[in-house]
């Protein structure tokens, strides 16, 4: 079968997120697919972006062919980033008609957070008789009204409305990432029985092939571990979404405990988050640059404990699936998540704490119980957590059950 998966921010490990669509493709090759990843030469959220000289252009990358269309950078999420949408959802459409005689997909997959590559994949899709699927990340236009505030009135929001309702009358299929959206997609036109929930998942040869730390990581590492008995880490994104105040906070009322708390990672906080550190005296916050994502099984293996927040937003209502809570279960550590959610992974899997979000003291109580179990008991909730991840977000069989 040929698939086309039109993924906006599709990266890859070398470059960075977005990564689902990589490790998808790669489990396709294996089941013998033949797969095409059409996504934009600019995205944010990529450490390094590919270099395109033309407004269609063609590379390969571990065995999966990627097609970069030429969009215009952009920072923030101002105009620019509008301009840079509108740019790649244009040109996808325009060439769809050439899309389809190259690549003769049988499947063809939107993908891109946004709902506007919906116009161009189910046209690509009827040109070439093929199903059109739509892979819904986030609820757009919901996400950018709820957490940037914009009315329904406002005219980007009404032109993703539009696209949303367009993409639910016509889809054959929805694969929802979040576990809670059928209801609201019916609402805007969908069939219920073209819905289908897959979350987000681990490459299994990730944790198999586990690289060794940097040195001045692990030294690091080392020098914390020899003033302090125990180690709370939290790993990914410094932004304000992830409520790391609190985490900090935490840390303060526990200066005498041993545990030291450990953020790694970058983002537009944590310069504020180092300076609240210093302002309240939480001496036992260490913070640690950013590493590739190669390494982050060996890095979380060097913690005793997790720890996952996120701001208190009704959006939340329709369940997450945060990458960084399947590499904590992989990593077979007990987690402390302080998240309000429409799902909670860490009670199904029972692998720790959940408690809710920006509550300083609940996070602090929740160490605290940890602290006081076994070595025995500790392993057992790691051990839950893992076997969680293993059954339900190894990306072979997410694959799989994408092409049921």
Known sequence: MNILLINHYAGSPKMGMEYRPYYLAKEWLKMGHNVCIISASYAHIRSNQPLVNEDFQTENIDGIKYIWIKTPTYFGNGVARVKNIFVFSNKLKRNAKKIASELKPNLVIASSTYPLDNYGANKIAKLARAKYYYEVHDLWPLSPMELGGLSKWHPFILCMQIAENYAYRNVDMVISLLPKTKEYMVSHGLNEDKWRYIPNGFQIEDWENVEILPENISKKLHEIRISFSRIIAYTGSLGLANALKTFVEAAKKMSNSGVAFVLVGSGPEKVNLMKFAQKISAENVFFIDSIPKKFMPSLLSEFDFLYIGLQRQSLFRFGISPNKLIDYM?????????????????????????????????????????????AEELAILGANGRQFALINHDYRILAEKFLE
């Open 330 to 374: 992989m990593a077979a550590k007990p987690i402390i998540q302080a998240i309000d959610a429409g799902n909670n992974m860490v009670e199904e899997a029972n692998c720790g704490i959940s408690v809710q979000p920006e509550n300083d003291d609940a996070v602090m109580e929740a160490i605290e119980k940890l602290l006081k179990l076994s």
